[in-house]
């Protein structure tokens, strides 16, 4: 696993391929992904731009009208800075620039019409693992100087996307302070919670039988940090080793959001772009809830874990949904009001 | 003769909110057995396909199962897979009694040969795959030379122990394509690379363990290559119509059986040409 800066196409990943071993892929934070979406009045499955730390510039050829959400970076067109979680008009031959994030790591860009993107396995997303997806179907991100359309013919481009994080700083430190905006509406935007400490709550599971209750409670009683090793593949953990159980076990179905623990006695967190079956035992799952944090992790970032039930998982995925769906709802009426 | 109660064998477990997974204990009745219970279990859940099921991935003791959240919990799901497991019994009762007819009806079943003319035409009925492999290629890396010195036995043998054997697919995963097939002959058994290589060509045969495989791409991989098949384990991943209605098929599927045989450079180099 390696951090890279990247920038392409996703949506909510491939459904039903995992038995032939292609992987999920689709938006790490699926919560900004939906509300970018939601806030464009456009399906929460259809394609937005995954923006990994900033970096991202992009030149429009026709008038528009764009959504930003997700990690808590200065957006800015052409100079003038433009609030996050809200529709903005990005007009013919203006510059839109996402920034280096203060908080969070990834951005989303959804705009009132849909891209053009091209499907593998009915998704856009590209997987650099498998070689599969994207734009030319190779697995790869946005290059320098690509056109990104939209089905009706409007085309942007891509002026910039792979600025290294040291440019970036320099170039964008000006810029770098946070903005916040009046919310336009009463009510509150469903948007994922960004902080530096990020709590997420496990159902135990798989083999976790067989880590014994000091194991346990070596787990759930420290902080871990996020290293450097963090990709939509996966996150791996540093910290105390919460010690070693000696199994060998068959390769087994991964779940989005499984713990590994590697010999060493460290968690790696299963994500979106894992691979299908793994052979290292596993002591529980993330919450399908708390997933999105995970995609607003950076190296650095302290995760700690709270263990929950698989009921309270489950109400508090389909409580999420729901305020999500009234939210997309509400933003529908509002705008038809407003038109 | 000691009688085991298959049932008992099997375990349902939580994977995370939304997958379950289900276990055969393989220590009393062996993998290949384990691995037949799998996919007994997949082809019942399949058979009358729920309608909350959005994923299944069996592997070689397990099959994990992911539901949707909308539709139904925990034990609604728990409760189908007990059901599931009570009608299966007496088909995995029959099966493991019997094995070793199944195994025998299995090579006088329909064995194809898998030719790249008809690959398309590939019927689930064909559970056997017989895959040429070209043992001695010049032309790209191999450590057939490496396993026969330290095996302590020549090349030919090496060559004779891997195409002696079935082997069953005991789950597909890794990368697209890839299957994990056992098991090894133990003359053949060797730990992985210490050092994996960073690029596997295309179609390499290779062993480690007690399995071996054919990596489907180009790809890192840590196995020890004896040789390369020219045939394509994916199909349709160039017809953009067959990509985009998700209709990519792989060569081999869990429970499948597969049978090597050496063909010669010429042959090799035609068939990877035709």
């Known amino acids: 696993m390696a951090t890279g800066l990247s920038s392409r196409f996703t949506d909510l990943g491939r459904v039903g391929h995992k038995h032939k071993g292609f992987t999920q892929s689709g938006a790490l934070d699926t919560n900004s992904h939906m509300l970018a979406n939601a806030i464009m009045r456009v399906p929460a499955n259809n394609p937005t731009i995954e923006v990994l730390l900033g970096g991202f510039k992009a030149l429009a050829t026709q008038d528009t009208e764009i959504a930003v959400t997700g990690a808590q970076a200065s957006i800015l067109i052409d100079d003038v800075s433009q609030p ?125 039988a067989l880590f014994d209750h000091k194991m346990h409670a070596r787990f759930f009683n420290q902080r871990f940090t996020v290293s450097n090793e963090a990709s939509n ?107 | 003769m000691t009688i085991i109660n298959y049932k008992d064998l099997i375990e349902i477990r939580t994977a995370s909110d939304c997958c379950v997974i289900v276990y055969v204990d393989d220590t ?9 219970v799998i996919e007994i279990l997949t082809r019942a859940l399949l058979a009358n396909r729920p309608p909350w099921l959005c994923e299944y991935i069996p592997s070689y003791t397990s099959l994990l199962i992911e539901f949707s959240l909308y539709e139904v919990d925990h034990f609604a799901v728990n409760a189908l897979l007990k059901q599931l497991i009570n009608e299966a019994d007496g088909e995995i009762n029959h099966c493991v009694c019997e094995k070793s007819a199944v195994t025998t009806q299995l090579s006088c079943d329909q064995i194809s040969d898998t030719n790249p003319n008809n690959q398309g035409a590939l019927s ?77 060509p295309k179609g390499a045969v290779a062993i480690a363990d007690r399995q071996t ?11 020890h290559i004896i040789g390369y098949t020219p045939l394509e384990l994916l199909f349709n991943t160039t017809d953009v119509n067959s990509i985009e209605s998700g209709h990519i098929e792989a060569l081999l599927k869990p429970g499948d059986y597969v049978e090597f045989y050496p063909v010669t450079e010429s042959q090799y180099i035609n068939w990877v040409y035709s």
Request: charged share 20%; hydrophobic share 40%.
């Open chain 1, 84 to 208: 996050l979680n809200h529709k903005i008009v990005w007009k013919k031959d203006a510059m839109l620039q996402i920034m280096q994030p203060m908080l969070g790591a990834r951005n989303y860009i959804a705009c009132n019409k849909r891209f053009k993107t091209r499907l593998f396995l009915d998704s856009c997303c590209a997987v650099t693992r498998e070689k599969t997806g994207g734009m030319n179907f190779d697995g790869k991100g946005f290059q320098v100087a690509d056109m990104l359309d939209y089905e009706t013919g409007i085309s942007l481009s891509t002026a910039s996307t792979n600025a290294s994080i040291n440019v970036r700083l320099t170039q964008g430190a000006p810029d770098n302070r946070l903005i916040v905006h009046k919310t336009l509406t009463t009510m509150p935007v469903p948007a994922t919670n960004l902080a530096t400490v990020y709590v997420v709550r496990i159902v135990l599971g798989y083999q976790q």
């Open chain 1, 233 to 339: 593949m996966g996150i791996r953990l540093t910290g105390e080793s919460i010690g070693q159980i000696a199994v060998k076990l068959y390769s087994e179905g991964i779940a989005n959001g499984a713990i590994q623990i590697t010999p060493s006695g460290l968690p790696i967190i299963m994500l979106a772009e894992r691979q299908t079956i793994g052979g290292y035992p596993k002591i529980g799952s993330i919450i399908t809830t708390d997933l999105p944090k995970l995609g607003q992790c950076r190296p650095g970032s302290i995760i700690q874990f709270e263990e929950c039930d698989v009921l309270t998982a489950r109400q508090e995925w389909l409580l999420r949904q729901m305020r999500m769906s009234t939210f997309a709802q509400n933003q529908q009426s509002r705008n038809d009001n407003n038109e």
């Open chain 2, 28 to 36: 009393t009745i062996g993998l290949e057995l384990a691995n037949i």
């Open chain 2, 124 to 200: 689930t009925a064909k559970r056997i795959h017989r895959i040429p492999v070209c043992y001695q290629l010049d032309s790209l890396q191999t450590d057939l030379a490496k396993v026969a010195k330290d095996k302590n036995i020549s090349e030919d043998m090496v060559v004779n122990l891997h195409c002696a054997n079935v082997y069953r697919v005991f789950a597909t995963g890794f990368m697209p394509g890839f299957a994990y097939l056992g098991e090894l002959p133990v003359e053949l058994c060797q730990p992985r690379l210490s050092k994996p290589r960073l690029k596997v």
């Open chain 2, 213 to 223: 495989a054919i990596y489907p791409d180009e790809s890192p991989g840590g196995w």
